[in-house]
């Protein structure tokens, strides 16, 4: 008979997936999942400020922008005091990766996919316009598409792509990283 692993030795295997996925991924900190991330109470925001994150005081409530300056090569650069929201989300790949339902290799494939449909969108927005890879993905999306309305002809043609692009990717994350009813670390 084996000996079941201890709990600290399940917990210590569960650490390690996540660390290895979300190491390759970043999509909940890089813009591309959300725009913001709200502050908790208990989170100190003095701290923050001198970690690099600028908050600010918008509707009532404490946040930051993302794409997140403290993400850096797909690593938080300031993990063991990351806001509360960061701490509790788990998108549904990790998620169903922790609770075995899918492999380590099959979530990864899917973060991979999503990766390369946001360099796919990024090309194009190139091609329509100038684009500021410091602004979330959505906002980014959305001026230039405001800002190619007129396009006309086969100069719409990237437009139309983009905008099919995009609507794929968050159909996507909907279904398959975004988590219903659960607070996310940012909004979408
Ligand atoms: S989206 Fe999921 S896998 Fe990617 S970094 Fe966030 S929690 Fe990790
Ligand atoms: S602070 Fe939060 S949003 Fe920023 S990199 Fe760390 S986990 Fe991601």
């Not at 899917?110 to 316009?129: H, P, S």
Request: with cysteine; charged share 30%.
């Amino acid at each position: 008979m084996t000996d079941r692993p201890s709990i600290e030795q399940t917990q210590g295997a569960i650490d390690s997936l996540a660390e290895r996925l979300c190491r390759t991924c970043g999509l909940c900190c890089n813009g591309v999942l959300f725009h913001l991330v709200r502050l908790q109470t208990g989170d100190l925001l003095s701290e923050f400020a001198g970690l690099g994150l600028k908050i600010r005081r918008k509707k009532g409530s404490d946040q930051f922008s993302q794409p997140c300056p403290a993400l850096e090569n797909c690593q938080c650069t300031i993990y063991s005091q990351r806001p509360t929201r960061c701490r509790r989300f788990e998108c549904q790949q990790l998620q169903r990766a922790v609770q075995g339902k899918i492999t380590e290799a099959e979530a990864l494939l899917q973060i991979q996919g999503v990766q390369q449909r946001v360099r796919q969108i990024e090309t194009l927005m190139e091609t329509l316009g100038k684009s500021d890879p410091k602004r979330p993905l959505m906002k980014r999306y959305e001026k230039v598409m405001a800002e190619s309305v007129a396009l006309i002809g086969e100069e719409r043609i990237p437009r139309i792509e983009l905008e099919r692009e995009m609507e794929e990717l968050q159909w996507i994350l909907d279904r398959e990283f975004r988590v219903i009813n659960q607070e996310g670390p940012g909004e979408v």
